[in-house]
């Protein structure tokens, strides 16, 4: 009787060891498909975060283009002419108040250098 009794108990414990390896191979699967889950969501959403990443980019490249084209259009000599009468109030000088200087005069050669 001693020797079923030895013999059940070996297999008990060889069946308690097996389910133990089952238990421990389907966690680690789950796990795995777990791991495997998280690394696809995480990739579409890095896919949306660049697509939306992509968009702004041309909209501000569309923005920085038409900056570039008031700014050429601000700095033309007739605009700048407008905006001065018009913000400043200024106005083209007389003809009496236009002093010609000398060339080779001082005031001219200071003149040139503040240029």
């Known amino acids: 009787m001693n020797e079923r009794v030895r ?3 070996l ?6 060891r097996g389910v133990f390896r089952d238990l421990l191979i389907f966690t680690a699967l789950g796990v795995l498909a777990c791991g495997v889950a998280v690394i696809r969501v995480e990739g579409t959403r ?22 570039r084209i008031e ?12 905006e001065a009468r018009r913000r400043l109030g200024m106005v083209a000088p007389s003809p009496d108040r236009i002093v010609r200087l000398p ?3 001082p005031e001219a050669l200071e ?3 503040s240029r």
């Open 7 to 9: 013999e059940m108990r």
């Open 11 to 16: 297999r008990g414990a060889v069946q308690t």
């Open 46 to 67: 890095l896919g949306y975060e660049l697509s939306r990443l992509q968009s702004e980019q041309n909209e501000l490249l569309r923005e920085q283009q038409a900056l």
């Open 71 to 82: 700014l050429a259009t601000r700095r033309a000599p007739h605009n700048v002419e407008a």
């Open 103 to 105: 060339s080779g005069s």
């Open 111 to 113: 003149v040139r250098a």
